[in-house]
């Protein structure tokens, strides 16, 4: 089976500081993408997140 992603999430500055394809959204923390999601909920999507337990990356479960 193929997969049929939408959109790729990186957050952190290692990930912010490359420039990287536009089909990918940057984000420089947590705190960033949260606000984001607030003013842009997903809605009825699978997510996966991944990343090391200093990222705090737990804290956008509020947001999905």
């Given at each position: ?39 842009n909920p997903i809605i009825n999507a699978n997510i996966m ?16």
């Open positions: 089976n193929e997969l049929n992603i939408k959109r790729i999430f990186l957050v952190g500055n290692s990930f912010y500081k490359f420039s990287i394809n536009d089909e990918f959204m940057r984000f420089r923390n947590v705190q960033e993408i949260s606000e984001w999601l607030a003013k997140l991944n990343g090391s337990r200093i990222a705090g990356l737990e804290k956008l479960i509020l947001y999905m």
